[in-house]
């Protein structure tokens, strides 16, 4: 009896560790599933965003971490890999589960001044991403239109891994943006 309670325990200790590790390898990025194979597409957004600021302006806040000087806390957010003229290569990280795991994306960015931001998902949770930032003029400012869709594989499985990562990945999304909002009004100035 004794040596069936010590086997269980054992496969059960391994059934979890290799689900906590599954878990930390996948939202980590180290263990991506990019098989082909049943992919699910859905959409992310849209999310529309006022900001009382020209579009330049907002703009050069959204670019700056990526093709200028990076601030220290977006320092610890989002760090370039490579960069070029009009595009670069980041690994993006966001705390999870009050820091226990950090997910970690690695994203192309590529700047179409002012109008436009496009990321497309290199490496992360799940095999495909494609977002993007449109900036319009406005008499009172700047319209920030974001809008993707995220890709999964694995049918059902996929779809579930999907809606939980969406939902994450939108909630970091809007944080982004008001955070975005609130600098680029504070540098544009009383209105």
């Known amino acids: ?37 049943g992919r699910r597409v859905r959409r992310l957004g849209p999310r529309t965003v006022d900001i009382r600021a020209p579009r330049e302006l907002v703009f050069e806040v959204i670019a700056q971490p990526y093709l200028g000087r990076a601030t220290r806390a977006t320092r610890e957010k989002v760090r370039v890999l490579e960069r070029g ?3 670069v ?4 990280t966001t705390p999870l589960h ?5 997910a970690v994306t690695v994203e192309t960015v590529r700047f179409t001044r002012p109008r436009r931001v496009d990321f497309r998902l290199v490496r992360g949770p799940v095999p495909y991403v494609v977002e993007t930032f449109t900036l ?24 579930w891994w999907g809606a939980v990562v969406a939902r994450r990945w939108e909630q970091t999304v809007a944080a982004s943006l008001t ?5 680029a009004e504070r540098r544009a ?3």
């Open 136 to 159: 319009t003029e406005r008499e009172t400012g700047t319209r920030l239109v974001y809008q993707g869709e995220m890709g999964t594989d694995l049918w059902a499985v996929g779809a």
């Open 98 to 102: 009050g820091g226990r795991f950090t």
């Open 1 to 37: 009896m004794t040596r069936r309670l010590i086997r269980a325990a054992v496969l059960t200790a391994g059934a979890a560790a290799t689900a906590v590790g599954g878990y930390a390898g996948l939202v980590g990025g180290a263990l991506p599933v990019d098989i082909g194979l």
């Open 85 to 87: 003229a009009d595009m």
């Open 189 to 191: 100035g009383p209105p």
């Open 89 to 92: 290569l980041a690994a993006h």
């Open 179 to 183: 955070t975005l909002g609130v600098e």
